[in-house]
C-alpha cells in the first residue's frame, strides 16, 4: 500500500472530475467520521496491488499494521490501474460518484433492467436527464426512484437528446451494478 | 420662396390690372349670373372701392392717378402687413420678410420667436398655400369648373391658370375682410373661429363629398397663432379625419389611367379622393412639426394615436407608426400611455390592417430599443405581451403538407397506372391536362378575388414579426448580461448600481408568454443566459446587486416554462436553477422582493415538477420550514404548502418528521445537516430533523397553525393521500389580502383567551369575519366600542393594579404590625425574664 504518485493522481481526480465536477472538492475534503477518533479525519486515495481505495486516515493508520502481501482490500475501492497504465473507475465508487454527480439520467423502470445487463442507455430507456450535458462528460445512472444504477460517459449533449430518435445512444455504460452478480471474481 | 412671393403678390398685382383692363369674359359673366351671392358679394365691394376711387379720378390728372395708385397700393400693403403680423403670422410666410425684421430693431424677438415655434412648417405652408390658393379659386369656381369639366378635361387640368380672374374677387375681399378684423377684438376673433371651426367640421361631416375642400380651410385655420385655436383645429381635424376616411386604402391614379375617360362618378369620387389624401398629408406633415414644439405635444400625440388607433389602414401610416413608437418611452407620463395604448390595441386588433402595422411598429420597436441601448421605460416592452400570434396557422400547414404528400403518391400511383397501362389514347391525356389546367385558373382566379388573406403570407408576417420579438428580447438579456459581467473585473459597484435593467422584467414576462414559440435551436442559448443571469446576483450581492431577487426568481420560472413547454417528449432536470432557487430563499427579503414571484416558483419548480430527487426534496423540505419561522404570514403560508406537497409526493423524505436525528440508512454520504451547503444536494437534510414544525403549530395566525400540525401528522396518519390542491401562489395571495384585515383581528384576539384561540380557531375567524364585516359597514361604530371596551379593560387593569398594591400594602402593613408585636413581646419577655 503506498500514495499515489503524481502522475497517478492527476489521471484518478481527472476521472473523477469528469463525473463529480466542483464537488470532487468534497470528495477530497470531506470529513469521515469513521473509527472511533473524536476528531474527524479525512478521506485520502492509496493504491494497494493496481487498485486505488478511497480510505479514511484513521482506517489507513491502522492499514498499515497489515502486510503487503496479506492486506485484500481497504476502504472503497474506487478504481484500477490496468496493465497499461491507464486508469479505469469500478463500480465499487458508484456510492461516491451518486453522492456528487454533476450530471445524472434517470432510467425508465422498463429500461432498468436492460442497463444492468451492461447495456447502454437508449433515448427510449430515458425518464429523465440533468440540463446541460455535454458529450464526453460523465453521467451517473438512476432509477427512476433515485437508486443509483451505474455510471457511463454521455454520447449526446442534452440539446441534441431532444431530437434523438428513441434508438439513438445517450449514454455510453462503464459499470453497473449488475456486475456484482456477473462479475463477482474479478472485482 | 417662388411659390411663397406668389402668395403675397396676388393681392397687390391684380388691382393694377383690374383699373386698366377688365376682361370679362363670357363665362365669369355667366358665372357671375349664375351665381348672384358672388356676385352680390363682388358688385358691393367693387362699388364701394370704385365709386370712391371713380369720383377721384374724375377731377385728377394722369400723375395724381398715378400717386394715388401708389398711395393705395402702400396703405394696402401696410394693411397686409398689418393684418400678417396681428392675425395670421402663419400666412406672411415669406422669410424675405422675416429678414429684413430681424436686422430693425428690438422687435427683432418677437418675430424671430413666433416663426422659431414653427421652423418647419414653412416648407410644408408653402404647399398648403399653393393648395390654399387652389381650393381658393376651386371653391369660387366650383359651378363653372363642373361646367367646363363636361367640355374637357384640360381646362380641368389647366386650373392654375383660371387664377387671376379669382384674384379680381378674392382681393377686395381679402382687403375688406382686413379692416374687419381690425376691429374685432381678439376674443371677438377667437370665439369667431371657433364657431367657424365647428361649421366647418359641421358641414364636412355633413356631406364630406361635396365639403370636401373645406377640409384646406381648416387646415389654414391651424396656422393661427393663437395655440388655443390651433390645438382646437388640430383637434376638429382628427374628428373630422377619423369620421371621413374611407375604409380602405387610396391609390391615386397613374397617369395612364388619368387619361383614360371615365364616368363622371368616377371622376368626382377621384377628386374626392386625392383632395381627401393631400388634405391628410398636409395635416399629417403639419402634426409632425407641431410635435417637436413643446406647447402642442400633448395635443398632437393624442391626434396621431388617435388616428392610428382608428384608421391603421390608411395611407401614411407608417410616418403615424413611427412618431409613436419615438414616443413610446417617453418621459411624459400621458404621452407615454396613450403612444403604449396605442400600440396595444394595434396588436390587439390586428384585424384593422391585417397585420402588416403589427409587423412594422414591432421592427421599428426593435430599432428604439436598439438604439437606445435598452435605456428604456419598461412599459415600452410592456406592449409586446399584448401581441397575439395565431397558432392555428402553424397546425393549418401541417395538413397542407400531407395533402401534398398524399398527391404526391396518388400522382406516382397514377404515373405507376398510366405506365403500367400505356394504351389510353392521347387525346384523354390532353383532355386531362387541360382539365387539371381549368382548375389551376380557376383557383388562381378565385384567390385573387377572394378577401380571405393568404395564409402564407400571413404566415410569413407572423414568423417576422415573431423574429423581431425575440430579437428585441434577446438583445434584452444580452445587455443585461453584458452590463453584469464587466462588474467583477471594474469592482465599480457604485457607478453600476445605478444602471438598472428596466426592460428586463417584462422581457422575461414576454419571453415566459412565447416561450412556446421559440425555436428549439436557440432554447439552449438562452438556457445558458437565464443561468447566468439567475447566477449573477450571487456572487456579488454584497456590493450592491444589479439584478434583483426578484428578476432572478423570474428568470428560474422563465428558464421552466420554456423547458416545460418545448420538452414534453423529455424530462430535463434543470439542476443549477434549482441550486439557485435554493439559495435565493435565503436571500429573499419580504418587504423588498415581490412575494408573489417567489410564490410562483415556488409552484413552478417544486410543485409542478413531476419527481425530485431524495436528497435535494429534503434539502427543500428544510429550507421552506426554516424559512417559514421567520417571515410573514403569507411567506410562510406558501413555503408550508410546498412543504406539505413535497412530503406528500417523497415519502421517504416523511423520515424528516421522526423525532430521530441522522436520518438512519437514507440519510446517504453527508452525515450531517449543513445549512449552508449552497447545493442542496450536499446538504445532507436528511440527516435533520423538522423541528420548525413544532414552533410553528404555535404561530400567531390561525391558519398557520392549522396547516403546521397538519403536516406535523403527515407521518402519523400515511392513509390520508389526499394531494391538497392549494397552490403557494393561492396561499399567498388569500393570507395577503387577508393581512390588511388581520391587523385588527389580533386586537380582537388578544381580549379573548389564548388557549381558546388555539383549539376555536375556526370559531374565533368566524365571529372575527362578522366583526370585519361589521366593521366595513360602520367603521365609526365599532372604533366607538372598541375604545370603550379597551377603556373598560384598562379601568379594569388599573382596578387590578390598585388592588394589588392596596393589598401589598396591607400585607406590608400587617407585617410590620406582627413585627412589633413581636417585638413588644420580646420585650415584654426580656422585662419579664
Same mark, same amino acid.
Given at each position: 500500500?503506498?500514495? @499515489?504518485?503524481?502522475?497517478?493522481?492527476?489521471? +484518478?481526480? %481527472?476521472? =473523477?472530475?469528469?463525473? !463529480?465536477? /466542483?464537488?470532487?472538492?468534497?470528495?477530497?475534503?470531506?470529513?469521515?467520521?469513521?473509527?472511533?477518533?473524536?476528531?474527524?479525519?479525512?478521506?485520502?486515495?492509496? @493504491?494497494?496491488?493496481?487498485?486505488?481505495?478511497? +480510505?479514511? %486516515?484513521? =482506517?489507513?493508520?491502522? !492499514?498499515? /499494521?497489515?502486510?503487503?502481501?496479506?492486506?485484500?482490500?481497504?476502504?472503497?475501492?474506487?478504481?484500477?490501474?490496468?496493465?497499461?497504465?491507464?486508469?479505469?473507475?469500478?463500480?465499487?465508487?458508484?456510492?461516491?460518484?451518486?453522492?456528487?454527480?454533476?450530471?445524472?439520467?434517470?432510467?425508465?423502470?422498463?429500461?432498468?433492467?436492460?442497463?444492468?445487463?451492461?447495456?447502454?442507455?437508449?433515448?427510449?430507456?430515458?425518464?429523465?436527464?440533468?440540463?446541460?450535458?455535454?458529450?464526453?462528460?460523465?453521467?451517473?445512472?438512476?432509477?427512476?426512484?433515485?437508486?443509483?444504477?451505474?455510471?457511463?460517459?454521455?454520447?449526446?449533449?442534452?440539446?441534441?437528446?431532444?431530437?434523438?430518435?428513441?434508438?439513438?445512444?445517450?449514454?455510453?455504460?462503464?459499470?453497473?451494478?449488475?456486475?456484482?452478480?456477473?462479475?463477482?471474481?474479478?472485482? | 420662396?417662388?411659390?411663397?412671393?406668389?402668395?403675397?403678390?396676388?393681392?397687390?398685382?391684380?388691382?393694377?390690372?383690374?383699373?386698366?383692363?377688365?376682361?370679362?369674359?363670357?363665362?365669369?359673366?355667366?358665372?357671375?349670373?349664375?351665381?348672384?351671392?358672388?356676385?352680390?358679394?363682388?358688385?358691393?365691394?367693387?362699388?364701394?372701392?370704385?365709386?370712391?376711387?371713380?369720383?377721384?379720378?374724375?377731377?385728377?390728372?394722369?400723375?395724381?392717378?398715378?400717386?394715388?395708385?401708389?398711395?393705395?397700393?402702400?396703405?394696402?400693403?401696410?394693411?397686409?402687413?398689418?393684418?400678417?403680423?396681428?392675425?395670421?403670422?402663419?400666412?406672411?410666410?415669406?422669410?424675405?420678410?422675416?429678414?429684413?425684421?430681424?436686422?430693425?430693431?428690438?422687435?427683432?424677438?418677437?418675430?424671430?420667436?413666433?416663426?422659431?415655434?414653427?421652423?418647419?412648417?414653412?416648407?410644408?405652408?408653402?404647399?398648403?398655400?399653393?393648395?390654399?390658393?387652389?381650393?381658393?379659386?376651386?371653391?369660387?369656381?366650383?359651378?363653372?369648373?363642373?361646367?367646363?369639366?363636361?367640355?374637357?378635361?384640360?381646362?380641368?387640368?389647366?386650373?392654375?391658370?383660371?387664377?387671376?380672374?379669382?384674384?379680381?374677387?378674392?382681393?377686395?375681399?381679402?382687403?375688406?375682410?382686413?379692416?374687419?378684423?381690425?376691429?374685432?377684438?381678439?376674443?371677438?376673433?377667437?370665439?369667431?373661429?371657433?364657431?367657424?371651426?365647428?361649421?366647418?367640421?359641421?358641414?364636412?361631416?355633413?356631406?364630406?363629398?361635396?365639403?370636401?375642400?373645406?377640409?384646406?380651410?381648416?387646415?389654414?385655420?391651424?396656422?393661427?397663432?393663437?395655440?388655443?385655436?390651433?390645438?382646437?383645429?388640430?383637434?376638429?381635424?382628427?374628428?373630422?379625419?377619423?369620421?371621413?376616411?374611407?375604409?380602405?386604402?387610396?391609390?391615386?391614379?397613374?397617369?395612364?389611367?388619368?387619361?383614360?375617360?371615365?364616368?363622371?362618378?368616377?371622376?368626382?369620387?377621384?377628386?374626392?379622393?386625392?383632395?381627401?389624401?393631400?388634405?391628410?398629408?398636409?395635416?399629417?406633415?403639419?402634426?409632425?412639426?407641431?410635435?417637436?414644439?413643446?406647447?402642442?405635444?400633448?395635443?398632437?400625440?393624442?391626434?396621431?394615436?388617435?388616428?392610428?388607433?382608428?384608421?391603421?389602414?390608411?395611407?401614411?401610416?407608417?410616418?403615424?407608426?413611427?412618431?409613436?413608437?419615438?414616443?413610446?418611452?417617453?418621459?411624459?407620463?400621458?404621452?407615454?400611455?396613450?403612444?403604449?395604448?396605442?400600440?396595444?390595441?394595434?396588436?390587439?386588433?390586428?384585424?384593422?390592417?391585417?397585420?402588416?402595422?403589427?409587423?412594422?411598429?414591432?421592427?421599428?420597436?426593435?430599432?428604439?430599443?436598439?438604439?437606445?441601448?435598452?435605456?428604456?421605460?419598461?412599459?415600452?416592452?410592456?406592449?409586446?405581451?399584448?401581441?397575439?400570434?395565431?397558432?392555428?396557422?402553424?397546425?393549418?400547414?401541417?395538413?397542407?403538407?400531407?395533402?401534398?404528400?398524399?398527391?404526391?403518391?396518388?400522382?406516382?400511383?397514377?404515373?405507376?397506372?398510366?405506365?403500367?397501362?400505356?394504351?389510353?389514347?392521347?387525346?384523354?391525356?390532353?383532355?386531362?391536362?387541360?382539365?387539371?389546367?381549368?382548375?389551376?385558373?380557376?383557383?388562381?382566379?378565385?384567390?385573387?378575388?377572394?378577401?380571405?388573406?393568404?395564409?402564407?403570407?400571413?404566415?410569413?408576417?407572423?414568423?417576422?414579426?415573431?423574429?423581431?420579438?425575440?430579437?428585441?428580447?434577446?438583445?434584452?438579456?444580452?445587455?443585461?448580461?453584458?452590463?453584469?459581467?464587466?462588474?467583477?473585473?471594474?469592482?465599480?459597484?457604485?457607478?453600476?448600481?445605478?444602471?438598472?435593467?428596466?426592460?428586463?422584467?417584462?422581457?422575461?414576462?414576454?419571453?415566459?408568454?412565447?416561450?412556446?414559440?421559440?425555436?428549439?435551436?436557440?432554447?439552449?442559448?438562452?438556457?445558458?443566459?437565464?443561468?447566468?443571469?439567475?447566477?449573477?446576483?450571487?456572487?456579488?450581492?454584497?456590493?450592491?446587486?444589479?439584478?434583483?431577487?426578484?428578476?432572478?426568481?423570474?428568470?428560474?420560472?422563465?428558464?421552466?416554462?420554456?423547458?416545460?413547454?418545448?420538452?414534453?417528449?423529455?424530462?430535463?432536470?434543470?439542476?443549477?436553477?434549482?441550486?439557485?432557487?435554493?439559495?435565493?430563499?435565503?436571500?429573499?427579503?419580504?418587504?423588498?422582493?415581490?412575494?408573489?414571484?417567489?410564490?410562483?416558483?415556488?409552484?413552478?419548480?417544486?410543485?409542478?415538477?413531476?419527481?425530485?430527487?431524495?436528497?435535494?426534496?429534503?434539502?427543500?423540505?428544510?429550507?421552506?420550514?426554516?424559512?417559514?419561522?421567520?417571515?410573514?404570514?403569507?411567506?410562510?403560508?406558501?413555503?408550508?404548502?410546498?412543504?406539505?406537497?413535497?412530503?406528500?409526493?417523497?415519502?421517504?423524505?416523511?423520515?424528516?418528521?421522526?423525532?430521530?436525528?441522522?436520518?438512519?440508512?437514507?440519510?446517504?454520504?453527508?452525515?450531517?445537516?449543513?445549512?449552508?451547503?449552497?447545493?442542496?444536494?450536499?446538504?445532507?437534510?436528511?440527516?435533520?430533523?423538522?423541528?420548525?414544525?413544532?414552533?410553528?403549530?404555535?404561530?400567531?395566525?390561525?391558519?398557520?397553525?392549522?396547516?403546521?400540525?397538519?403536516?406535523?401528522?403527515?407521518?402519523?396518519?400515511?392513509?390520508?393521500?389526499?394531494?391538497?390542491?392549494?397552490?403557494?401562489?393561492?396561499?399567498?395571495?388569500?393570507?395577503?389580502?387577508?393581512?390588511?384585515?388581520?391587523?385588527?383581528?389580533?386586537?380582537?384576539?388578544?381580549?379573548?383567551?389564548?388557549?381558546?384561540?388555539?383549539?376555536?380557531?375556526?370559531?374565533?375567524?368566524?365571529?372575527?369575519?362578522?366583526?370585519?364585516?361589521?366593521?366595513?359597514?360602520?367603521?365609526?361604530?365599532?372604533?366607538?366600542?372598541?375604545?370603550?371596551?379597551?377603556?373598560?379593560?384598562?379601568?379594569?387593569?388599573?382596578?387590578?393594579?390598585?388592588?394589588?398594591?392596596?393589598?401589598?400594602?396591607?400585607?406590608?402593613?400587617?407585617?410590620?404590625?406582627?413585627?412589633?408585636?413581636?417585638?413588644?413581646?420580646?420585650?415584654?419577655?426580656?422585662?419579664?425574664?
Amino acid at each position: 500500500m503506498r500514495t @499515489l504518485d503524481e502522475k497517478e493522481t492527476t489521471q +484518478v481526480f %481527472e476521472k =473523477l472530475f469528469k463525473f !463529480a465536477g /466542483n464537488n470532487l472538492k468534497n470528495i477530497v475534503d470531506g470529513a469521515s467520521h469513521e473509527g472511533p477518533d473524536p476528531a474527524p479525519g479525512r478521506y485520502c486515495f492509496r @493504491l494497494c496491488k493496481n487498485r486505488v481505495f478511497y +480510505v479514511s %486516515e484513521s =482506517l489507513v493508520r491502522r !492499514a498499515t /499494521n497489515v502486510g503487503r502481501h496479506n492486506l485484500a482490500s481497504l476502504g472503497t475501492c474506487v478504481g484500477k490501474f490496468t496493465k497499461g497504465g491507464s486508469f479505469h473507475l469500478t463500480i465499487q465508487a458508484l456510492g461516491i460518484l451518486a453522492a456528487n454527480a454533476r450530471h445524472k439520467v434517470w432510467l425508465k423502470p422498463t429500461s432498468e433492467m436492460s442497463f444492468l445487463y451492461g447495456n447502454h442507455v437508449l433515448k427510449g430507456g430515458l425518464g429523465r436527464i440533468t440540463e446541460n450535458i455535454n458529450p464526453g462528460d460523465g453521467v451517473v445512472v438512476f432509477s427512476m426512484s433515485d437508486v443509483p444504477l451505474g455510471f457511463g460517459i454521455s454520447q449526446r449533449s442534452t440539446q441534441d437528446c431532444r431530437k434523438l430518435d428513441p434508438n439513438g445512444l445517450v449514454v455510453l455504460h462503464q459499470a453497473d451494478i449488475g456486475e456484482y452478480l456477473r462479475m463477482e471474481d474479478e472485482l | 420662396m417662388g411659390k411663397q412671393k406668389r402668395v403675397i403678390l396676388p393681392p397687390d398685382l391684380p388691382p393694377e390690372v383690374s383699373e386698366e383692363a377688365i376682361e370679362v369674359s363670357d363665362e365669369d359673366l355667366q358665372f357671375v349670373n349664375e351665381n348672384l351671392d358672388y356676385a352680390g358679394f363682388v358688385s358691393r365691394l367693387d362699388t364701394h372701392s370704385i365709386t370712391k376711387h371713380v369720383t377721384r379720378v374724375a377731377d385728377l390728372k394722369e400723375d395724381a392717378l398715378e400717386a394715388l395708385y401708389e398711395k393705395r397700393l402702400k396703405k394696402k400693403k401696410a394693411l397686409q402687413k398689418d393684418e400678417e403680423e396681428e392675425e395670421q403670422p402663419g400666412i406672411q410666410v415669406g422669410r424675405l420678410d422675416a429678414l429684413p425684421v430681424k436686422t430693425l430693431d428690438g422687435q427683432l424677438y418677437y418675430r424671430p420667436l413666433s416663426k422659431a415655434s414653427k421652423p418647419t412648417e414653412d416648407g410644408g405652408e408653402g404647399e398648403e398655400h399653393a393648395q390654399e390658393t387652389d381650393k381658393g379659386l376651386v371653391k369660387l369656381n366650383k359651378a363653372e369648373r363642373r361646367a367646363k369639366l363636361k367640355k374637357s378635361k384640360k381646362e380641368a387640368k389647366k386650373q392654375a391658370k383660371e387664377l387671376p380672374p379669382d384674384e379680381v374677387k378674392d382681393n377686395p375681399q381679402t382687403a375688406v375682410l382686413a379692416e374687419l378684423k381690425e376691429d374685432i377684438t381678439a376674443e371677438e376673433s377667437f370665439e369667431t373661429k371657433k364657431c367657424k371651426l365647428a361649421e366647418l367640421g359641421i358641414a364636412l361631416l355633413a356631406d364630406p363629398e361635396s365639403n370636401i375642400k373645406l377640409l384646406k380651410e381648416m387646415l389654414q385655420m391651424c396656422n393661427d397663432h393663437n395655440h388655443a385655436i390651433v390645438k382646437l383645429g388640430l383637434l376638429s381635424l382628427l374628428a373630422v379625419f377619423k369620421d371621413i376616411i374611407p375604409g380602405y386604402r387610396i391609390r391615386l391614379p397613374t397617369e395612364k389611367e388619368l387619361e383614360m375617360k371615365v364616368s363622371k362618378d368616377v371622376k368626382k369620387m377621384r377628386y374626392y379622393e386625392s383632395t381627401l389624401l393631400s388634405a391628410y398629408k398636409a395635416y399629417l406633415q403639419k402634426l409632425m412639426v407641431l410635435e417637436k414644439v413643446s406647447l402642442y405635444q400633448h395635443a398632437v400625440v393624442r391626434c396621431i394615436c388617435t388616428l392610428l388607433d382608428a384608421v391603421p389602414h390608411f395611407n401614411y401610416r407608417e410616418s403615424l407608426v413611427e412618431v409613436v413608437v419615438r414616443n413610446i418611452s417617453s418621459s411624459d407620463e400621458v404621452i407615454r400611455k396613450l403612444c403604449c395604448d396605442t400600440i396595444k390595441s394595434l396588436f390587439t386588433n390586428e384585424g384593422k390592417h391585417s397585420g402588416e402595422v403589427t409587423g412594422a411598429a414591432i421592427r421599428l420597436i426593435a430599432n428604439y430599443v436598439k438604439a437606445h441601448n435598452c435605456q428604456m421605460h419598461p412599459d415600452s416592452i410592456q406592449v409586446l405581451m399584448s401581441l397575439s400570434f395565431d397558432e392555428d396557422l402553424h397546425r393549418s400547414e401541417a395538413p397542407d403538407k400531407d395533402k401534398k404528400v398524399k398527391k404526391k403518391h396518388y400522382k406516382k400511383g397514377n404515373r405507376l397506372e398510366e405506365s403500367s397501362h400505356p394504351q389510353p389514347n392521347d387525346r384523354k391525356k390532353s383532355r386531362q391536362e387541360m382539365m387539371s389546367k381549368m382548375r389551376e385558373e380557376v383557383a388562381a382566379d378565385y384567390k385573387a378575388a377572394s378577401f380571405d388573406p393568404d395564409i402564407m403570407e400571413r404566415r410569413r408576417m407572423q414568423s417576422e414579426t415573431l423574429s423581431a420579438v425575440f430579437e428585441i428580447y434577446f438583445r434584452i438579456l444580452k445587455h443585461t448580461m453584458h452590463s453584469i459581467v464587466p462588474r467583477p473585473n471594474g469592482d465599480t459597484g457604485t457607478t453600476h448600481v445605478t444602471e438598472a435593467h428596466p426592460l428586463l422584467g417584462p422581457c422575461l414576462d414576454g419571453l415566459g408568454k412565447f416561450s412556446h414559440l421559440i425555436d428549439l435551436d436557440y432554447i439552449g442559448d438562452l438556457m445558458n443566459y437565464l443561468k447566468k443571469l439567475a447566477c449573477s446576483g450571487g456572487k456579488s450581492d454584497s456590493s450592491g446587486k444589479c439584478v434583483t431577487v426578484s428578476e432572478r426568481l423570474r428568470c428560474c420560472i422563465i428558464a421552466f416554462k420554456v423547458m416545460r413547454n418545448n420538452l414534453d417528449a423529455l424530462n430535463v432536470d434543470l439542476q443549477d436553477f434549482f441550486v439557485q432557487l435554493y439559495n435565493l430563499i435565503l436571500e429573499y427579503r419580504p418587504g423588498r422582493d415581490r412575494g408573489e414571484v417567489l410564490a410562483e416558483a415556488l409552484k413552478m419548480m417544486l410543485c409542478n415538477d413531476r419527481q425530485h430527487d431524495m436528497q435535494k426534496a429534503a434539502a427543500f423540505i428544510k429550507r421552506l420550514a426554516t424559512f417559514s419561522l421567520c417571515f410573514e404570514s403569507a411567506e410562510s403560508m406558501a413555503a408550508l404548502v410546498t412543504l406539505k406537497h413535497l412530503l406528500q409526493k417523497n415519502i421517504k423524505c416523511r423520515v424528516l418528521l421522526e423525532n430521530d436525528p441522522g436520518g438512519g440508512s437514507v440519510s446517504g454520504s453527508v452525515a450531517k445537516y449543513q445549512p449552508y451547503a449552497l447545493d442542496p444536494n450536499q446538504s445532507g437534510a436528511l440527516a435533520s430533523v423538522l423541528w420548525e414544525l413544532n414552533l410553528l403549530t404555535k404561530h400567531y395566525h390561525p391558519t398557520i397553525s392549522t396547516m403546521a400540525s397538519g403536516v406535523a401528522n403527515l407521518s402519523i396518519a400515511p392513509t390520508q393521500t389526499y394531494l391538497s390542491r392549494l397552490s403557494p401562489q393561492q396561499a399567498f395571495l388569500d393570507l395577503s389580502l387577508e393581512r390588511e384585515s388581520f391587523s385588527l383581528k389580533i386586537n380582537v384576539m388578544k381580549s379573548s383567551n389564548k388557549r381558546k384561540r388555539a383549539s376555536e380557531g375556526a370559531a374565533t375567524s368566524s365571529v372575527d369575519r362578522i366583526l370585519e364585516e361589521a366593521g366595513s359597514l360602520d367603521e365609526g361604530e365599532v372604533k366607538k366600542k372598541l375604545s370603550e371596551h379597551y377603556m373598560l379593560l384598562h379601568d379594569i387593569k388599573e382596578n387590578e393594579r390598585l388592588r394589588s398594591e392596596l393589598d401589598r400594602t396591607t400585607r406590608a402593613l400587617s407585617l410590620y404590625d406582627e413585627y412589633k408585636k413581636q417585638k413588644k413581646q420580646k420585650r415584654g419577655g426580656k422585662n419579664v425574664s
